[in-house]
Every structure is written in C-alpha cells, then in structure tokens.
C-alpha cells in the first residue's frame, strides 16, 4: 500500500471534501458548484465493485443477485416480441406514473408479503429504489432536517440523503432490529435540541448490509412510535421476498397505509439491469412524490417496464424466487460454516435468516478499511464498514456478500481473508 493510499484511508468526508475543493479551485467553473455538490460522496461500494472484477480476485463484496437461473433465452424471444409487436410502445415516451399493468402486478408481488391493500393508482414505477429515495429526500427534506436510520445502513441512501445537505442519525440495532426504546430516545433527544426529524428510513428484512431482520413483535411498535412523533417511515424492502424459509415478515406498510412509504424493486427479485422499482405512497402524499419522479427521469422506460411485466405475466417467478431462496440459503450455510472454521477468536458475525449479507466485527481498534488493500493483496474483496454508517469515524466491521458466489469461492475467498484480519487483530492487541 502506497503512502498516499494510507493517507487516503484516514481522511474524513469534510478534509476530503476541502481537498477536492482546492485540486479544482483553480478552474473558474469551481465558482458553479452549488454548496450541495460538495456532500455528494463517490461510493466505496462502487469503487470495490469496480476492483472486484479484475481476474482471479474472489468478489465477497458486490451485493449481486443470482442471474443464471433466469430463463434467458426465452426472455430474449420475449424481449423481440415486445419491439416487434408493440414497439411503437415500447420504444416511446410513455406515463410519468408506469404502465399500468406493471402497477398491478406491483402489487400482486406485495400481496405475496402480506400488503393486501395497496392500489395501483397509488404506485408510482420508479427507476429502482435507488431513484425514490433520491425522490423522498427531495420532496420531504430541507438542508439540516433529520432522517433517522439504522446503524449500518445502506451507503446508496446515506449518499442520496446526505446529497440533500440532510442530518443522518444513526440507531443502535440489536439481533432483532431496531430497538424501540432506542428510537423513542432518539426522538425526544433531538427535539429537544431543536431538531426536524422528517423520516425513519428503515431496511427492516435482511437489512443492507448487517443481514439482519426487524422482529416481527417490534414492527407495529416502530410504527406506532413513528405515527405518533408525526414522522413518516420510509421502508425499503427488496430483499424481503428472499426468507430462507419461505415466510417472509409481514412489512412494516402492511396495513399502515398513511404512516409508510414503501419502496419495492425488481432487482433482487428478478434482474437489476432492467432498473425497475417502485413506491408505495400514501394517498395524502402521492401527487407532489409523483410530481418530483416525472421531474427527475420524465417517465419510466416503457421497455423495460414491458420486459418486467412479461417476466411477471409469461414465467413463474414465484417458483424462481423458491429456488433462489434456496440457493441463497446453501450459500450462506456455505459462508457461515467457512467463517466458524478459517477465522480467529474474536471475530463474530450476524447470522441472516434471508438475503445477501453477513456483517463481521472485529475487536475495537481494528480499522477494516485499510485492510481493504490488504485483501486485495490476498485475492479477496470486501466492503469495510465505514461505508455504511453517517459517522467518519473508522470502523471495525465489514459486509460480506454470498448471493454472487459460488460455494467453492465462498471458502476459498474467506480463507483468504482469514489472516488478513489475523495479522491485523495481533497488531492492534500488540
């Protein structure tokens, strides 16, 4: 590792953030930067996804889904049936809302979790999750209001939120989620100080990138504290389909339709290419969420919404995300069995009942960043865990990602990693 790689590593956002400031300032355009372009962040989750795909590294970074079971060919044949026959559609602008037949399905696909009262004219098709929550920071939030989260969280929405010159608070999570008196905490805390708190963000199954899931006995609580502090949830939900055991939790927006906005995606549950989401909203709120999605991308592609309908409409899908659960399961059994054998006391890690992830904690005063280099070094990448808290302080823990790997890869990657956090475990203790 380079000096300048090592400095790298110990910046906070605000000294790097002022470096950029000075590289560019001696171009007059510098000048044109609005204050918010300087709280926009380049993504450690894309710049590893970049690395992952050098050859012979093992990827237990990218949080990809399984794609090689999807009938591709057929979908090809679906795909020039679509430009073929309805291409006039297809390849046109089209409603700022999406198809309508997408929405329904939409909800068909939420019913399999138990949200049974959702309407189409209350849904609006968006360009992954990714893009709503970029919407919901910018219709709910002004510079300095407060979004409350978990803590890890996803780095996607920390960068949308944080773009918005919005305070992220993270929340202590324990192995059922969210901890209710925590939240309540948190609340009067920051009121107290003069604080707008907007919105819970939440990812309450599988959470990204911790794994783990909001008990069922806490969701109506969560709900309730949110409903009564007057501060709408924003729940984010694309792995909840992916339960190992076939049960998935009922969602948070499951007959709470004022008090939740739920976010869906095809992406984990079909293909992320096609970059297809969608958001839920309360009825009080859709017009001017709406608004600001046609704002943003003028309509969703017709294309790509016609390509997910026919996936929904002409396969089993459900019979594919069975048999992606249980792939899913095989290879986090394979992930948590390497980890018990390959690596030292003192590591510990969650154990997820569902989705991508499994989180890893090192002993306090253990930077995992650095040791990103390190790992490279040996044939492995991960995300390291600063990524995925609003703090700059470094931290001792790390994602790990099963979905995209094959079992051999899975043992093989974390045998590689072992004395990586071995040598670094024995330095910080010396």
Known sequence: MTSEETT??????????????????????????????????QSAVRDVFD???????????????????LPLAELGLSAQRIIAEHGLEAL????????????????????AEGITDADPADIVITTGS??????????????????????PTYVGALNAFEAYE???????????????EALEEAITSLRKQGKTIKMLYTIP?????????????????????????????LEDNPYGMLRFDGNPLVPLRAGNPDDVLYLGSFSKIFAPGVRVGWALVPRHL????????????????????????????DYDWMQNIRDSRMLYASRCAAMLAALSEELPDGVSWTVPDGGFFVWLSLPE??????????????GVVFIPGAAFSPSDEPSNKLRLAFSAVSEEDIAEGVRRLAPVLRRAMDHAAG
């Open 51 to 69: 690395i992952s795909i050098r050859p012979g590294l093992i990827s237990l970074a990218g949080g990809s889904p399984y794609l090689r079971s």
């Open 166 to 180: 919005v305070q992220m608070h993270a929340l202590p999570v324990d192995s059922e989620g969210l901890v209710p």
């Open 365 to 378: 005063g253990v930077d995992t960043y650095p040791l990103l280099y390190e790992a490279i070094d040996a």
């Open 286 to 313: 859709h017009r001017r969420f709406y608004l600001a999605c046609e704002a943003v991308v003028l309509c969703p592609s017709p294309l790509t919404q016609m390509l997910v309908s026919a996936y929904l409409r």
């Open 205 to 233: 199954s599988f959470n990204n990138p911790s794994g783990v899931t909001l008990a069922a006995r806490r969701r109506p609580r969560i709900v309730e504290i949110c409903a009564r502090a007057n501060i709408l949830i």
């Open 130 to 151: 990714q893009s709503a929550q970029d919407v919901a920071a910018k219709v709910f939030c002004n510079p300095g209001d407060v979004v409350l989260c978990e803590d």
């Open 8 to 41: 790298a590593t110990v910046l906070t956002a605000e000294t790097q953030a002022a470096l950029d400031r000075a590289v560019s300032s001696t171009h007059r355009h510098e000048a044109l930067f609005s204050d918010r372009a300087f709280h926009i962040k």
């Open 92 to 111: 046109q602008y089209g409603a700022g809302q999406g198809m309508e037949e997408l929405r329904i399905q939409a909800c068909e696909v939420m019913a």
